[in-house]
């Protein structure tokens, strides 16, 4: 990576010391950085993949999105768009506590952050409009925009979360999914079945 491009946005994103203030300042508008974030999570700069992790966890901090949806760096200082195939982040581990509507699933991303689906942090379920193939997302925060900046649940991931599917109802329509923090994330509609032998409860 340009070293010279590395080094300013490093020097940008480094806070003020502690304790003392700077005067909020529009930032400089840059354009379109040569950064792409592929649907795999990999962090391309000029065609190359960024290969520090410490440098993409530093760059993602900075990741915010705009109003139209488009994702932007930015700094105190600067701020230019940049590409994403599809999210920024994809959630590569899962772990889990508890049963039924006390159990708590938490995911750790491929830049380290560590989330608990929940009401701040909800599950969504996207189908390919050609194949229909379910693609899981969890919201990761809300930029100041209110557009979500997400994570893809990798396959691996995908496949121990519909391991721990329940029945439940979701406006009045049978669905498997899966309780955390307190609420019930839908997965799919449920198999047919005979009613109540599925046993979904309300």
């Not at 700077?22 to 290969?51: H, N, Q």
């Not at 839908?186 to 979904?200: A, F, I, V, Y």
Request: aromatic content about 8%; charged content about 25%.
């Amino acid at each position: 990576m340009d070293e010279m491009m590395q080094a300013r946005l490093r020097d940008s994103i480094v806070a003020s010391p502690a304790g003392r203030s700077r005067p909020a300042r529009v930032p400089v508008e840059c354009g379109d950085l040569p950064f792409l974030i592929k649907r795999c999570g990999t962090w391309m700069y000029r065609g190359s993949p960024i290969g520090r992790k410490e440098l993409v966890c530093l760059f993602s901090s900075v990741l915010t999105r705009d109003a139209a949806g488009e994702y932007f760096l930015e700094t105190p200082a600067e701020r230019g768009r940049i590409q994403v195939e599809d999210v920024p982040f994809v959630a590569v581990e899962m772990d889990w506590t508890g049963v039924d509507r006390a159990q708590v699933l938490t995911f750790r991303t491929n830049t380290d952050e560590i989330v608990t689906a929940g009401p701040d942090h909800p599950i969504r379920i996207a189908h390919d409009v050609l194949t229909c193939e379910p693609t899981p997302y969890i919201r990761l925060r809300t930029s100041p925009s209110g557009q979500p900046i997400e994570a893809r649940i990798g396959r691996a991931v995908y496949y121990e979360l519909v391991a721990l599917a329940e029945p439940g109802v979701v406006a009045g329509r049978r669905m498997l999914g899966v309780w955390s923090g307190g609420r019930f994330f839908p997965l799919g509609e449920m198999p047919n079945c005979e009613w109540p032998d599925c046993e979904c409860p309300d």
